[in-house]
Every structure is written in structure tokens, then in C-alpha cells.
């Protein structure tokens, strides 16, 4: 992994001034350590520790590679944080003040804002206090823009670093690897917040088990509550966390002492004291508001999205009533809390894989909830000791406890099932798509919308051109609503350019109702999937005025074979893209008057159509050719690569 960051570094060498140091030290010290492993047959401590320092620099130039390339802010609960950092450092309450103003300000795509079934747009804190207090010290450094990322980077680094030290020596080396691994590193630098609570939970999560116990003479015997604390502070995730923990302690307690609830009590009242600690000033200035906004994930109607089992209605059409995935996910999560504390002996070291599994149910189950996890559960499955030997119980206990927990099993399977089975009341059927010609997006469609419930529906559209979903469409002709048992043709608009679907590799039409929580799908719109390659695909010598050039399109397919087929209509055209904005090309295509684009032909037998170009006059700025196919009632598709040619008369003075 160190030498493959080397070999990543290197590609921004002219982006970053110490990119091309990094990577031919990443290349000498990775290549260096493979041939002393190979050669002594150990890894020792100094070697470990060179190759973490150097894991460090590689993700350092990474991120910074990664964050010149798009300088934009990935979510909006990282510009919603920042903002509200440069609120609290100037001593005004973020919780209430609108955060809608960050999402232009820190130019947060329109793909990565949360969207609600009912039309809106969640526009406040979504975080405990801890989320946005953390950006606070950089912004005043003078930090601004990338604050909020750089001090995720830097906190995501200091997480593994802490890993690796606490982790056993024959497992510590795998956190270097996570450190460089890119699903990691394009969440980091891409806005994914969590980072910033993983140092916390490493730190709560080495041997909580010591937790209360006379016996252990390291800080685990008091730190893990404080850590969990500040944790729970920055971000919801690890609130399921310490509802395992508080159970686990209570758990090993029983088996040191038998009032063990003195020390689960103590461990609950010590993270929820910390939590009041960082959150109490601004919980106090307005209960209703702050309990409103850390409650955001949970209480309002969010869109649905991630890599969980939601993604059987999203991309492949299946259920559709959003309320049974909310419902598998809270069995999911109450079944892996009663199989832990019922099955202690055998889920001590997987408990947090329990909670990742969990995630993966509700409609909203991100990646970044079910992996993020991942650095802190290996701390806890390494540096736990065995589990105690369970007391003796009855078989009717036994046996009431299972039934208990299968049922709760048995309701997430049901809920789960009927997620993907039952399906929602409207259904969508397209029938024209409007494109933006060469900028090659779909602006507007026309589409059938059936309402088979009993009540009229106002749905909201949306696209999904590829694992995220667009803002909402503007309806612009149709009804807004539709009838019960009623058909209605509707058009929808896109509002941004930012929500048009590209016309190459398809897009999915949706449709939300709040009340009930429904999504509802159209089949997956794949416009011509052909495309055309035009030659020559470069024309690297002046070209003179009057002197003619042929031209070929040739129609291949998605995977680059040529399309034997006759028939098929190109349309070729050219325009100059000049210093000052688009002008008309005034070359002549197949003896048409100069200018004329774009020009029209036919393919032979071979899926080639021939074009004769001539230059008719010079031009300062080169001309620019593309092709594409014409096919009746759709939007023109499988836009050729773009050849330019500089035309210039015989003699003419070379520019500059």
C-alpha cells in the first residue's frame, strides 16, 4: 500500500510541490522494506513505525490531490458544520440560524444535499454540539475554506495512529492499510464527518472491559466513559455504540461484583455527563430547537439513499413503502442488542460488526454508517479479554429468551421482505425526454403517472443518474396532483444543470410522498448506447483553406466493436470554441454553404458515414468537429471525441 500511494502521489507532482518528494520516497521506503521483511523474515517496531509515518505523508498528499481536483465540499453536513463553527466562535447559537446559506457558500453539489419526501430540503443542524465546536480552533487559526476537511484528515490520521499503537503488535499493521485505503481517503476528503469522533471511539473501545476493574492498572480502567462521551457529542452514529457498552460493562461487572449496576451506572453517568457538558449551553438556550435538531436523522422524511438493502427500490425497482425499511432497521438493531446481551460469551468480540450489520436495513444506510466503524471494532475485538463464564440459567429462561429474540428477528425479516415486496401506490411510465444536444444531458421529460390508491397523491420528482439522487424537478405541465385511480400526464423540468442526467449510461426516474412515506420508480431510461468515434482524431498540421479532408464515423458499441450497420443517420457539426466565447464555424461540409452545421449522412454497410470537409476561410481560432446519431423521436446521442483543425490560408504568418 505505501508503494501504490508512491505510485498515486506521483500523478499530482504539478498540483503539489512535495508530491514528486513523497513518491520517490513512498517507492525507496516501500521497495526498501520488502527486501529486510524478505531478507530478517520479521517486521520490527522501527520498521512499523517507518512504514505508518510514510503511510501518513502518502494520504497527506492524497487528500491534498484530491481536494485541488474538487475544492467543493462532498456533503452538506460538513459545510452545515463549519458554518456552524464561524457562528459559535463569533458567540451566536447556531441551532438557530438557518445552515441553507452554507450549501452555496461552501458549493456543496446538488446531488450531496439531503432531500425530504415532502419537497424540501433539510436546511438546519442536523449534529450534538461536538460536530461543529471541532472546527472551531481551525477557523480560528484563519483557516476557511477546507477547514472543516483538514481537520477531518487530520483527526481520521490521529485515529489510526492510535489504533496502531493500541492494537496488538500481530494485527497492528493493518491499520496503515486503512489509513491508505481510497474508500477511506475519498470519504475523508471528501466531507464524510465521522472522522472526527473515530480517535474518541478507538479510545472508548480499548479494553472497555476493564472498565471498574481494581485489578487494571492502565487509564482503560476510567477513560472509556469520557471518550464515549465526547464521542456521542460530534455525531449520532456512536450513540448506538454506547448503548452496547453500557450493557457489556454492566455485563463484566456482574461477573467481579455483585452490584454491578454501581459500575454500569457510573459508566452511563459519566458519558452522558460529558455529552451535557460539551451540548448543555446550547440545549439550554433552547430545549425544543436543539432536541429538534440532533433528532433530524431520526424524526425527519428524509430521501432514501445508500448501500443497504434500499437499494433493491432505488435501482432495481422493488417495494417501495419506505416505512418497513425504518421498521427492519429498529428490529435489526433491538435483535443485535438482545443477542448480545443474551449470547455475551459468544458476541463479545463481534458486537460492533453487529451494529454495522444493523445499518445496513433502514432507507437511509450510507456506506460510510456501516465502515466507518470498522478502525474502532478491530480495537474492540483485538483488546477485549475472553469472556467470563456465563451463570447457569434455567431451560425456561433459556428458551423465553430465544423466542424473545427470534421473534424481534423474525419482524426485521418480515419488515425487510415487505420493503422489497409491497409496492408503493404510484407507478411511472416515460414517454419523451428533451435534451441539451451537445451538452449531452436530458433537460426536461414527459411522463405517464398513475395513482392507484384511493386519495389524490402530490408527489416529487426526481432523478437518479447514479447512486444519488437529484433535487426535485419542476412540474411545468400536468397536474401537480393526481386523482385517485387516475392516470396524468406530466412534464417535469430539471432546475439546475447540476440535476440533468447525463444521456450516456441511463438515469431512473422517482417519484416521494411524506404521507404515506412511498418512492416510487420508473423502469431505467438507457438512450441509445451507442456511440461514434470520429477519424482522423487528430489533425496535428495547419490545414490550408479550399483544400478538402475526409472524414469518418464510425458507430460502435458500448464496448468499443464496430456497428456493421447501414442506414444509421450522423449528423456532423463545428463550431469554434473562441478566447471570448462560441462562434459559427465557416467550413463547408460535403459541399453545403460554408457554415452550415450541422450536415447530415448516412452510414454504409460497415457503419461508417463519410464526410468531406473544406476550410472556406481562415479563422483565428481552430474549428471544432463532432459527430453524433440522429434517431427518430429521441434526443441525439453517442456524441463522437471532438477534432480540431486550424484553417489558414497558403504563406499565412504563423500566430504570435
Request: positive net charge; aromatic residues 10%; glycine residues 8%.
Amino acid at each position: 500500500m505505501v508503494i501504490l500511494a508512491g505510485a498515486r502521489s506521483w500523478g499530482g507532482l504539478l498540483e503539489v510541490r512535495s508530491a514528486l518528494v513523497v513518491s520517490m520516497g513512498l517507492f525507496l521506503l516501500g521497495l526498501s522494506s520488502l527486501v529486510a521483511i524478505w531478507t530478517v523474515q520479521r517486521v520490527g517496531r522501527a520498521l512499523q513505525l517507518a512504514l505508518l509515518l510514510g503511510a501518513v505523508a502518502g494520504f497527506a498528499v492524497l487528500a491534498t490531490i484530491t481536494i485541488l481536483h474538487s475544492p467543493t465540499y462532498g456533503t452538506d453536513e460538513i459545510a452545515f458544520d463549519q458554518y456552524a463553527a464561524m457562528f459559535a466562535l463569533h458567540g451566536v447559537n447556531p441551532y438557530l440560524q438557518s445552515m441553507a446559506p452554507s450549501l452555496s457558500f461552501f458549493h456543496v453539489p446538488d446531488v450531496f444535499r439531503t432531500y425530504l419526501l415532502n419537497g424540501g430540503v433539510v436546511g438546519r443542524l442536523s449534529y450534538p454540539a461536538g460536530a461543529f465546536l471541532a472546527y472551531v480552533p481551525s477557523l480560528a487559526l484563519g483557516m476557511h475554506m477546507q477547514a472543516a476537511v483538514v481537520t477531518d484528515s487530520v483527526a481520521w490520521i490521529v485515529g489510526i495512529v492510535l489504533a496502531w499503537w493500541l492494537l496488538p503488535r500481530s494485527v497492528a499493521w493493518v491499520a496503515p492499510l486503512m489509513l491508505l485505503s481510497s474508500v477511506y481517503l475519498g470519504y475523508t476528503a471528501g466531507g464524510v464527518s465521522d472522522t472526527l469522533y473515530l480517535p474518541l471511539l478507538v479510545v472508548a473501545l480499548w479494553r472497555w472491559d476493564r472498565y471498574g476493574d481494581g485489578t487494571e492498572r492502565s487509564w482503560a480502567r476510567w477513560v472509556g466513559p469520557v471518550a464515549l462521551g465526547l464521542a456521542c457529542s460530534i455525531k449520532q452514529t456512536p450513540w448506538f455504540v454506547a448503548v452496547f457498552l453500557v450493557v457489556g460493562v454492566a455485563l463484566e461487572a456482574a461477573s467481579r461484583d455483585p452490584r454491578w449496576w454501581r459500575v454500569a451506572g457510573r459508566y452511563f453517568a459519566v458519558a452522558l455527563g460529558v455529552f451535557a457538558a460539551v451540548n448543555l449551553p446550547y440545549a439550554l438556550l433552547d430545549p425544543v430547537t436543539w432536541s429538534r435538531s440532533v433528532l433530524v436523522p431520526f424524526i425527519s422524511p428524509t430521501e432514501p439513499g445508500g448501500q443497504g438493502l434500499v437499494g433493491l427500490t432505488m435501482f432495481e425497482h422493488l417495494g417501495g413503502q419506505l416505512r418497513y425499511y425504518t421498521l427492519a432497521g429498529a428490529f435489526a438493531m433491538v435483535a443485535a442488542l438482545a443477542a448480545f446481551a443474551n449470547w455475551y460469551q459468544y458476541l463479545k468480540r463481534a458486537w460492533v460488526f453487529l451494529i454495522a450489520l444493523a445499518f445496513f436495513w433502514p432507507m437511509r444506510s450510507f456506506g460510510s454508517y456501516m465502515i466507518m466503524l470498522l478502525p474502532a471494532a478491530l480495537i474492540a475485538t483485538t483488546t477485549v479479554r475472553d469472556a467470563p463464564t456465563p451463570r447457569p440459567r434455567s431451560a425456561h429462561n433459556i428458551r423465553l429468551v430465544r423466542f424473545g429474540v427470534g421473534v424481534v428477528l423474525v419482524a426485521s425479516l418480515c419488515s425487510a421482505v415487505a420493503a422489497v415486496t409491497l409496492s408503493p401506490s404510484l407507478s411511472l411510465r416515460i414517454l419523451s425526454e428533451g435534451s441539451t444536444g451537445e451538452m449531452q444531458t436530458i433537460d426536461y421529460l414527459t411522463m405517464l403517472v398513475t395513482n392507484t390508491s384511493s386519495h389524490p397523491v402530490h408527489p416529487h420528482y426526481a432523478v437518479t443518474p447514479t447512486g444519488q439522487i437529484s433535487s426535485f424537478w419542476n412540474v411545468v405541465g400536468g397536474p401537480s396532483s393526481v386523482a385517485a385511480h387516475a392516470s396524468a400526464r406530466v412534464t417535469v423540468e430539471a432546475p439546475n444543470t447540476q440535476s440533468m442526467p447525463s444521456i450516456n449510461g441511463g438515469f431512473i426516474v422517482d417519484a416521494f410522498t411524506a404521507h404515506p412515506a412511498q418512492m416510487a420508480t420508473s423502469r431505467n431510461v438507457h438512450l441509445d448506447q451507442q456511440s461514434t468515434v470520429l477519424s482522423p482524431e487528430d489533425v496535428n498540421h495547419r490545414q490550408f483553406v479550399a483544400r478538402p479532408l475526409t472524414m469518418h464515423v464510425q458507430v460502435v458499441n458500448r464496448i468499443g466493436d464496430a456497428v456493421l450497420r447501414r442506414g444509421v443517420p450522423i449528423d456532423l457539426g463545428q463550431v469554434v470554441y473562441g478566447q471570448s466565447g462560441l462562434a459559427f464555424g465557416e467550413a463547408s461540409i460535403n459541399g453545403q454553404p460554408e457554415g452550415q452545421s450541422p450536415v447530415e449522412a448516412f452510414t454504409n454497410r460497415a457503419g461508417v458515414a463519410t464526410f468531406t470537409v473544406t476550410g472556406v476561410q481562415a479563422q483565428e481560432a481552430p474549428v471544432f468537429w463532432q459527430a453524433w446519431i440522429i434517431r427518430p423521436n429521441t434526443p441525439p446521442s453517442g456524441y463522437s471525441n471532438t477534432v480540431s483543425i486550424q484553417y489558414v490560408v497558403p504563406n499565412q504568418v504563423p500566430k504570435g
